[in-house]
């Protein structure tokens, strides 16, 4: 952490307190929104809806970014946290939820959304030597791993807790909804004392509209195959996989949060032993064949016949599911120019929470029918099989080391 340097401390810090705030709201987001009356295909499309507002914030924002400075849109996204969380904890109608769901900046699945991921790796890459850039990015990511961990297991025992005192269940969860603001106006706060050391350096004045250049061919291929995994991904976002226990056996908000607390670190673990392998084989071998194991374990999930069978099979698929993500990110930022880092990361990002927008609707009609709520898992295994087997086919001949 000392190596970093205060930018760099500063932006693991905000990934912590984002990826907290995102933990403990997704395990208890599509209860409430059930609590609320809504029905299972509602609810659906509010998911879809609210990741389809995020990408078009963070296009906006991340392909900006590099040319306005990305402190500033670091603190409007931050902004946009809040925006979304105060009308959530106020109103109980569709339409204004809808409204600040897409319009603001708010998770339903647990995972990065917004332009903060994108902005953070340029600026981490910008302060950092190449030859560091996966060891920190693994790091990163166990750090956002561990916090949404304990965000889950605090929102969902504190929403326990609440009800345990006599607390209605839609009231619980308005409280975490409320907090989920107010880390929004904490982001802010730390964004602002990033200094412009992390801003990139002067570009070409011909920069596209997505603010790339040369590299534009290279993203545009990898943002088209990060959106296919992303929309396999979207079936089993952590709402719904923690929705689905709760059908299925019955799973308590606590029980709940308690799980995804043990997914999120193994998959933060996880992250970490990519950087050697990384190292060894390369980085697009490290994504598939690590990628490949753990979607074969999400296609078992629903085949398992009890709880336990199941939280078993779950966690070991996350034991192995991250290992792509810090040789994804890293890639990324090797195969560009420094002046379209935020733009690359932010269109492949962009790239991902789209493909995602769309399965939570189809997801949502899965389990509003008993026959076929296991089959969101099994969706998403099977693309997610494809889209390993394209990647590789794709991006072998350009392979990057650690």
Known sequence: MSALGRDGRILFLTRCARMF?????????????????????????????????????????????????????????????????????????????????????????????????????????????????????????????????????????????????????????RVLVYAYSGAGLVLAALFARVSRAVEAPPGPAGAGTLGLHKSRGTVLRLAALFSLDAFAGGFVIQSIVAYWFHLRFGAAPGLLGTIFFAANVLAGFSALYAVRLAKRIGLIRTMVVTHIPSNVLLLLVPLMPTLPLAIAVLLLRFSISQMDVPTRQSYTMAVV?????????????????????????????????PALAGAPFLISGTLKILYDLLLYRSFRQTERKA
């Open 21 to 173: 705030a995102y933990g403990f709201l997704s395990v208890v987001m599509v209860l409430y929104l059930a609590g609320l009356g809504f029905s299972d295909g509602r609810i659906g499309l509010l998911l879809t809806l609210t990741l389809l507002g995020d990408t078009l914030v963070s296009l906006w924002i991340t392909t900006r970014a590099d040319r306005i400075g990305r402190r500033p849109m670091l603190v409007a996204g931050a902004l946009l946290m809040v925006g979304a969380g105060i009308p959530f904890a106020l109103s109980t109608r569709f339409l204004i939820l809808l409204a600040a769901a897409t319009l603001g900046v708010i998770s339903p699945s647990g995972n990065e959304v917004g332009p903060f991921l994108a902005i953070e790796q340029a600026a981490l890459s910008q302060i950092l030597p190449d030859q560091r850039r996966t060891g920190v990015f693994a790091w990163y990511n166990l750090a956002g791993s561990f916090a949404t961990a304990c965000g889950a297991l605090a929102g969902g025992w504190t929403a326990q807790a609440l009800q345990g005192a006599g607390m209605a269940p839609v009231a619980s969860y």
């Open 337 to 369: 120019d420094p002046d379209e880092r935020s733009a690359a990361a932010g269109v492949t990002g962009i790239a991902r929470t789209t493909g995602a927008a769309v399965a939570p609707a189809l997801a949502g009609q899965c389990l509003a029918v």
